[in-house]
C-alpha cells in the first residue's frame, strides 16, 4: 500500500512572493504518477499539475513548478509570485499505474496567501 | 457538458436513517469514482466504477454502503442505517478510462453529509 504525507499542516505566504509545500510519499511501485491538486474553500478539486515517475524532467505549469526527487521519494510544490487567488488546500496525491488508477491522497497543506 | 455535478450539495440527517447521494460524471467517461473526505483530511478512495461494473471496493466501504451505476452513466451511493461517523464530504470523480494518469480525475464539488 502506498502512504502520502504532507508535514505542513499550514502555510502562509505574502502576494507575489515563492512558497513551497512539501509531500513525501511511500511505495515499491516504479511506475507511478503524482499530482498536486488543490481544493478553495467549499469549492470542487481542481488539478494543479502532474509528474510521471519515469520522467526525470519536473513539470512545470506557468507558477506551478514541482520538485521531484525519486529516490528520496519527495514530490514538492513552488508557487512563484503567489496570489490571493491560490488560497486554499492543496493535497499530494499518489496514483499506480495500474487498471484502476486509485489515488492515494496526503493529508493536505492550508496555504494563505496574505495580501 | 458542465463537468461531474453531485446532488444533493448538503444533507443532515438522524442518526439511523438512510441516505442516497447521486452522481452524474462527464458523459463521455466511462470510469467514475467515490471518494470520503473527512474535515481538515485528505479523500480517501471508496469505491470505483468501470462502465456499469464495480470494480473495486475499499474497507472503508462497509456493509451498510452501496453504490450502483445502472446503465453506465450516473452513479448513486447510499449509506443505511447512518451513524455519526459517517459525517463527511462525499467526493465523485470522473475520468477517461487510461486517461486518470494523464489528466488526473474531474472531481464534483462534494456532498457534505452531517448526521445528527
Known amino acids: 500500500a502506498q502512504t502520502v504525507t504532507q508535514s505542513q499542516p499550514e502555510m502562509s505566504v505574502q502576494e507575489a512572493e515563492t512558497v513551497t509545500l512539501s509531500c513525501t510519499y511511500d511505495?515499491?511501485?516504479?511506475?507511478?504518477?503524482l499530482f498536486w491538486y488543490k481544493q478553495p474553500p467549499s469549492r470542487q478539486m481542481i488539478l494543479v499539475i502532474r509528474?510521471?515517475?519515469?520522467?526525470?524532467q519536473n513539470a512545470t505549469e506557468n507558477r506551478f513548478s514541482v520538485n521531484f526527487q525519486k529516490a528520496a521519494k519527495s514530490f514538492s510544490l513552488k508557487i512563484s509570485d503567489s496570489q490571493l487567488g491560490d488560497t486554499a488546500m492543496y493535497f499530494c496525491?499518489?496514483?499506480?499505474?495500474?487498471?484502476?488508477?486509485?489515488?492515494?491522497f496526503g493529508g493536505g497543506t492550508r496555504l494563505m496567501v496574505k495580501p | 457538458d458542465t463537468g461531474v455535478s453531485q446532488d444533493p450539495r448538503h444533507k443532515i440527517t438522524k442518526r439511523g436513517q438512510n441516505v442516497t447521494f447521486r452522481c452524474d460524471p462527464i458523459?463521455?467517461?466511462?470510469?467514475l469514482y467515490w471518494y470520503r473526505q473527512t474535515l481538515g483530511q485528505g479523500p480517501e478512495f471508496l469505491t470505483y466504477?468501470?462502465?456499469?461494473?464495480?470494480?473495486?471496493k475499499s474497507r472503508l466501504l462497509s456493509d451498510r454502503f452501496s453504490a450502483e451505476r445502472p446503465k453506465g452513466s450516473f452513479s448513486t451511493l447510499e449509506i443505511q442505517r447512518t451513524e455519526q461517523g459517517d459525517s463527511a464530504m462525499y467526493l465523485c470523480?470522473?475520468?477517461?478510462?487510461?486517461?486518470?494518469?494523464?489528466?488526473?480525475?474531474?472531481f464534483g464539488s462534494g456532498t457534505r453529509l452531517t448526521v445528527v
Open positions: 470523480a470522473s475520468s477517461l478510462g487510461g486517461g486518470g494518469p494523464l489528466y488526473g480525475y474531474t
Open positions: 511505495t515499491s511501485e516504479s511506475n507511478y504518477y
Open positions: 509528474q510521471e515517475a519515469y520522467k526525470q
Open positions: 496525491a499518489f496514483m499506480n499505474n495500474n487498471a484502476g488508477n486509485m489515488l492515494t
Open positions: 458523459s463521455e467517461h466511462n470510469r
Open positions: 466504477f468501470q462502465n456499469e461494473a464495480q470494480l473495486e
